[in-house]
C-alpha cells in the first residue's frame, strides 16, 4: 500500500495535468505515506481475495484511492475550525506541519486525487466495474456517508443523542468508508449481488465496531499509545455510545459486534479467516 501511494502521489505530471506543485504535493505525501493502520485498503484486498481478486492488476490502486479518502478527511478533521488537533500518527498533523491553507490544499488534493485514480483504466479493465467502484467511493464520501456524518458529529457536540442517532452519526461519519472497503473488494472482483450485500453487511457490522473501539480507547488509553490526544470526545461533548452507556456495556456490545460479523463470513469458511481476524483486531487494538 506504501508503494503504491508513493508512486501515485510522484512529482511527474499526469496527461491532462500541467504541473504539480511541489509544496502541495509534499503536504499531500506528508499526510498520506508513512503512518496509519490502512485498515480500510486492507479490507478492500481482502474482500476482493475472498473472490480471487487479490492479484488482479489494480486492486492497490482501487485500495490507494480510499486510503486517500480517508487521509483527506483526517487532514480537514485535524483543522482548527473542526477538531482543532496539533497531533496525528504520532506527528504533528498537517496543518501544524505547514500552515492551515496549504492543509486544506492538500485535502482538496488527495480528495480529488482519489477518483481520479478510481477512474483510471489502469485500476479496471472493465468500465462498468470503475463506475461502480467510483460511484460508491462517492457515496460512502460525501453528503449521505462520511462528509455528511462529520456535519452531523459537530452539531451533536455537547446535546444528549438517541442510541439510535448515535450510531446513525457513526455508520456515516467512520462506518461508510469501512463498508465500501469491504464491499468495494467484491465490486472489483466481479462478485454476485448477493456476497456483494454480504460484504456491505459485514462492513456495517466492524464499522460500527471500529468506532465503538475508538471511543473506549478515547477513555482509556494515553495519547502516546494512540498518537494523538485522548480523552477529546467528554472534552468536547461529543455524542458516543460509550458516553451512553458505560464502558462495560459497551465492551459488551463490541464482543457481541465481532460475533456478528463472525456470522456474516461464516459461508465462507476457511477463506474468510483473514476478514474475521481483522474484525477481531479492530476490537482488540490498543491504539
Do not use: N, W
Not at 235 to 251: F, I, N, P, W
Amino acid at each position: 500500500m506504501e508503494s503504491t501511494l508513493d508512486a501515485l502521489l510522484g512529482p511527474d505530471a499526469l496527461d491532462q495535468e500541467i504541473s504539480r506543485p511541489s509544496r502541495l504535493l509534499e503536504a499531500m505525501r506528508y499526510s498520506a505515506l508513512g503512518g496509519g493502520k490502512r485498515l480500510r485498503p486492507f479490507l478492500l484486498v481482502e474482500s476482493a481475495a475472498l473472490f480471487g481478486a487479490a492479484d488482479q492488476a489494480g486492486v492497490y490502486r482501487a485500495a490507494a484511492a480510499l486510503e486517500m479518502i480517508h487521509c483527506y478527511s483526517l487532514v480537514h478533521d485535524d483543522l482548527p475550525a473542526m477538531d482543532d488537533d496539533d497531533l496525528r500518527r504520532g506527528k504533528p498533523t498537517t496543518h501544524k506541519a505547514f500552515d492551515e491553507a496549504t492543509a486544506i490544499l492538500a485535502g482538496d488534493g488527495l480528495l480529488t486525487h482519489a477518483f481520479d485514480v478510481m477512474a483510471d483504466p489502469a485500476t479496471h479493465a472493465d468500465p462498468m466495474i470503475r463506475a461502480d467502484l467510483t460511484l460508491g467511493l462517492a457515496r460512502a464520501s460525501g453528503l449521505g456517508g462520511m462528509a455528511g456524518g462529520q456535519m452531523l458529529d459537530l452539531a451533536a457536540e455537547g446535546k444528549t443523542l438517541s442510541g439510535d442517532a448515535i450510531m446513525t452519526l457513526q455508520a456515516m461519519k467512520t462506518g461508510a468508508l469501512i463498508r465500501f472497503g469491504c464491499e468495494g473488494g467484491a465490486v472489483f472482483a466481479g462478485a454476485p449481488t448477493e456476497e456483494r450485500a454480504r460484504l456491505r453487511t459485514f462492513g456495517e457490522i466492524i464499522g460500527r465496531a471500529f468506532q465503538l473501539a475508538d471511543d473506549l480507547l478515547d477513555v482509556t488509553a494515553s495519547a502516546a499509545e494512540m498518537g494523538k490526544k485522548t480523552g477529546k470526545d467528554a472534552e468536547q461533548g461529543k455524542a458516543t455510545l460509550v458516553g451512553l452507556y458505560g464502558l462495560d456495556e459497551s465492551r459488551r456490545r463490541l464482543d457481541g459486534l465481532v460475533d456478528e460479523a463472525r456470522g456474516i463470513l461464516a459461508p465462507h469458511g476457511a477463506r474468510g479467516s483473514v476478514l474475521i481476524e481483522a474484525a477481531e483486531f479492530i476490537a482488540a487494538r490498543t491504539s
